[in-house]
């Protein structure tokens, strides 16, 4: 059974910084690239960062550049998001996303709540 279970989420003041991590089993997770999307009150899907599978190359949203680092370990099937310098904006609920690339599959998680206040 595949699972992507993300945790880490809470609330924040603007300029902290959060750590989100994502556990995933059933499913090969060395071979997927794995993207954090996230998702605002009333708004779509953003993506916002994406790691290969092997973990050498990494992407990023021009909004987090700079503030949000990905990583991945993959002998603990396990891949995190550290925020820093949190923005009121960054408000959302973040998904973890494994996708395999050229085949059409991916799995999501359930999400979890970051909510940068004051």
């Known amino acids: 059974q595949v699972q992507l279970v993300e945790s880490g989420g809470g609330l924040v003041q603007p300029g902290g910084s959060l750590r989100l991590s994502c556990a995933a089993s059933?499913?090969?997770?060395?071979?997927?690239?794995m993207y954090w999307v996230r998702q605002a009150p009333g708004k779509g899907l953003e993506w916002v960062s994406v790691?290969?599978?092997?973990?050498?190359?990494?992407y990023y949203a021009d909004s987090v550049k700079g503030r949000f680092t990905i990583s991945r370990d993959n002998a603990k099937n396990t891949v995190d998001l550290q925020m820093n310098s949190l923005k009121p904006e960054d408000t959302a609920v973040y998904y973890c996303?494994?996708?395999?690339?050229?085949?059409?599959?991916?799995?999501w998680g359930q999400g979890t709540q970051v909510t940068v206040s004051s």
């Open positions: 790691i290969n599978a092997g973990g050498g190359s990494t």
């Open positions: 996303n494994a996708r395999l690339t050229g085949r059409g599959v991916e799995y």
């Open positions: 059933g499913f090969t997770f060395s071979s997927y690239w």
